[in-house]
């Protein structure tokens, strides 16, 4: 198990958002956390990813305790994630959007920019490589000297993705990244999801929106008032009636 | 004319810190003069020669100019770090409120704690870098003004490519999305911080440079003023452009001295003194009505 969720709750002030949550993300697998709105599954998310510190319970990815980590610990440790509204440096291009990520690089000391330039120089280059490579990938090529500011939903979308590659992740957290998005986009950013996974990555999709999920996912927990109330294959949650009864209103 | 050039680049220092820190770290700071002032008293403490019986402070430790000028830029960077361990966190008008609170409480320090500072008689007759080299003050004040040039083209130098560097690029995207810098592994506080104190150790340093200039340091000098107007200096240059910079501080500078030249009788210069301030108010809301991001905005770098 690449991640694991032990128990995790989530109390704001009197609002219990997630209560004892507990599952876990197999390595290379798609795994999906779906919910109705307000289930909790942006909190638990949050967790996860160091946005929130869990009130109660453990998060361990790679056999590591992560919760109480921050944010960009988790991140440099392997585990990227996305947004609900895709997020971005607005008025950088799209290539130093990319550029920025990479873990590890000497010019972000002061001094050594001014002092080792030419090591500085030479590490840009493997850097602007393999930003060209992953927006080629994603047939975001023409794109590169545009503004993230300029992007449609869709576009930013998919360079949030990207950027988030450049960190080399294991896992990678996709916050509904159907949300707002054209169908003919969503099916390319279900090809990108695939081809991602084929190269050994681990997903792990929050949504509410069934569809797109079941498309795409191994394995489906269902988050219902902050507690996992369902899981199993896609064709096992269609048929499970608590979900079912969640999904579409009990029988009045 | 020398002493505009000396005013105008010492503007331009300020300026260009506080581009450092506000046009590509996004940290908004109006606690510049306090930086100054420690930079300024930095230096005199460190230089000034053992107290006299008439004088109030204890410490003159007479040292070399050039420690007491490397010593400026470095006691201002110290201080940043302590301001910035408690105040690096909050965000936007928070930051703001608390450097300019900081900046208060350095001018109420150095007015009252005359063991360290002498109080409001301060120091004076402040020995000149290179002076013995020179017969007249004259000849002195263009060699002073060309020492100005070459110390701002340094920092122009060291900036600019700090900015084009990862370090550059990495303040801009916490600038841009916070959210998103953190997703993307940076330390976001740590790139804050490092903004912070090279920005004011380059304050510091302008400080040095002002005290030369001035050849007196009394805690008057140190007014939120001079912070109103390297922000003025900033906004209507262009943040983010080097040159636009440069020419804020020569609009603020040839306004502050154009008023000076033009006095006449005594009650025409009171009159003309307060317009200063109402010419640089006019251009500041003219250029946020018509150029909101400066004269000579900022470019957007191309890959």
């Known amino acids: ?252 | 004319m020398a002493g505009i050039v000396v005013l105008m680049g010492i503007y331009t220092m300020l300026a260009l810190a506080l581009n450092l820190r506000f046009g590509t770290a996004g940290l908004i700071d109006l606690g510049v003069v306090g930086f100054f002032a420690i930079g300024a008293y930095s230096y005199v403490i460190l230089t000034a020669p053992a107290p006299g019986t008439a004088d109030a402070y204890m410490f003159g430790f007479h040292l070399p100019m050039f420690i007491g000028f490397v010593g400026s830029g470095l006691i201002s960077a110290f201080f940043a770090f302590l301001v910035g361990l408690p105040a690096i966190r909050l965000k936007g008008e928070y930051l703001a409120i608390a450097t300019y609170a900081f900046a208060e409480v350095i001018q109420y320090l150095f007015t009252n704690e005359k063991w360290l500072t002498n109080g409001v008689k301060g120091f004076i007759g402040i020995e000149q870098p290179f002076r013995k080299f020179f017969v007249s003050a004259n000849s002195y004040q263009y060699f002073y003004a060309f020492l100005i040039v070459l110390a701002v083209a340094c920092f122009w130098y060291i900036l600019s490519r700090l900015e084009r560097s990862p370090f550059g690029r990495t303040l801009k995207a916490i600038r841009e999305n916070e959210d998103a810098a953190r997703a993307a592994g940076k330390d976001i506080e740590r790139f804050k911080m490092w903004a912070f104190v090279i920005g004011a150790a380059i304050i510091g340093f302008a400080g040095s440079f002002y005290v030369w200039f001035t050849s007196l340091v009394v805690p008057s000098l140190f007014v939120s003023e001079v912070t109103w107007v390297a922000w003025i200096a900033l906004t209507i240059g262009g943040t983010g452009n080097y040159k636009g910079m440069i020419l804020g501080a020569a609009i603020i500078v040839g306004i502050q001295e154009a008023t000076r030249f033009l006095q006449a009788s005594a009650e025409l210069a009171t009159i003309l003194a307060a317009s200063r301030f109402i010419a640089m108010g006019l251009i500041l809301v003219l250029i946020i009505r018509f150029k909101p991001k400066g004269i000579l905005p900022e470019r957007n770098t191309v890959n």
């Not at chain 1, 209560?19 to 909790?40: C, D």
């Not at chain 1, 994603?138 to 960190?167: H, P, T, Y």
């Not at chain 1, 797109?212 to 009636?241: K, M, W």
């Open chain 1, 1 to 252: 198990m690449v991640l694991e969720v032990k128990n995790v709750s989530k109390v704001f002030g009197g609002l219990r958002a997630v209560h004892e949550a507990s599952f876990q993300v197999k390595e290379n697998s798609i795994t999906g956390l779906i919910g109705p709105n307000g289930a909790g599954k942006s909190t638990l998310f949050n967790c996860i990813a160091g946005y929130y510190p869990p009130s109660a319970g453990e998060i361990f990815f790679k056999q590591e305790k992560t919760s109480g980590f921050t944010a960009d610990e988790i991140a440099k440790r392997g585990l990227a994630r996305t947004f609900q509204t895709p997020q971005g440096f607005a008025q950088m291009t799209v290539m130093e959007n990319l550029m920025v990520v990479p873990k590890g690089q000497v010019g972000e000391k002061p001094w050594q920019g001014l002092i080792n330039g030419k090591k500085v120089k030479e590490q840009e280059e493997e850097i602007r490589k393999k930003a060209f490579k992953l927006l080629a990938d994603f047939g975001l090529s023409e794109q590169k000297n545009d503004l993230i500011a300029n992007l449609s939903a869709g576009e930013a979308r998919i360079v949030e993705i990207a950027r988030q590659l450049m960190l080399d992740p294991e896992v990678l957290l996709l916050d509904e990244p159907a949300a707002g998005i054209n169908p003919a986009l969503q099916n390319h950013l279900i090809q990108v999801l695939l081809k991602l996974r084929q190269q050994g990555l681990t997903l792990l999709i929050v949504d509410h929106n069934l569809g797109f999920i079941s498309s795409l996912c191994d394995y489906i927990y269902v988050l219902h008032l902050g507690q996992i109330i369902a899981e199993g294959t896609p064709q096992e949650i269609f048929r499970n009636p608590r979900v079912v009864e969640v999904y579409l209103g009990g029988i009045a």
